[in-house]
């Protein structure tokens, strides 16, 4: 076997597989019998399974990787927290976590995370720990909530971010790529 034929052998794809919910319509026997027993409605469940993407995860892009970009909004200054809409966290995020934390994460729990933010490229900070998490909201949207990077970047309404998540080293990497008040931007 050739050099170049081994090294192609040990470089292993990444694990992607989508999450999506599978909802119960049809109740079984038993649990007709006890919806009748109880004299309640049969009430539709849903679960997060994985499932095999007939397409392939969604490629980053090393030039401009940025796959969630968000327009700050008072809200988000106010809860000083990003809005992920749930489309992006099914596709650009949970397909890189396993089953078990997609499951903590969709069922309410907060999920702590690190987020390094790259807007200065010769000086990345490190944002972790208990108060850096991402959650769940009534609509079934997300949040990521980093109260240090809003204060830090002096981030205000209509800014605009880039956001990705780097499954290679289970990151979120994050970047302010418009600054409202200083009309800067970083591309």
């Given at each position: 076997?050739g ?24 109740p ?50 106010e ?80 800014d ?18 418009y ?9």
């Amino acid at each position: 076997m050739g050099e170049r034929e081994c090294s192609v052998l040990l470089v292993k794809p990444l694990l992607s597989l989508k999450k999506t919910f599978f909802y119960n319509f049809f109740p079984s026997k038993e649990e007709k019998e006890a919806c009748k027993l109880n004299n309640t409605p049969y009430i539709v469940t849903r679960e997060l399974i994985e499932i095999r993407d007939i397409y392939p995860p969604p490629k980053i892009d090393l030039e401009n990787p940025w796959q969630i970009k968000i327009k700050i909004t008072s809200y988000e200054v106010e809860e000083r927290a990003l809005l992920i809409p749930y489309i992006e966290t099914f596709e650009y995020i949970l397909r890189y976590w396993t089953l078990d934390m997609a499951k903590i994460l969709v069922s309410g729990c907060r999920v702590c995370v690190q987020v390094w933010d790259v807007t200065t490229d010769n000086a990345p900070k490190k944002y972790e720990g208990e108060r850096v998490y991402l959650w769940k909201l009534c609509n079934d949207d997300y949040a990521l909530s980093c109260i240090e990077l809003f204060n830090n970047n002096r981030l205000g309404v209509g800014d605009e971010i880039g956001l990705f998540w780097d499954p290679r080293s289970s990151n979120f990497m994050f970047k302010l790529l418009y600054n409202q008040r200083m009309r800067l931007i970083h591309l």
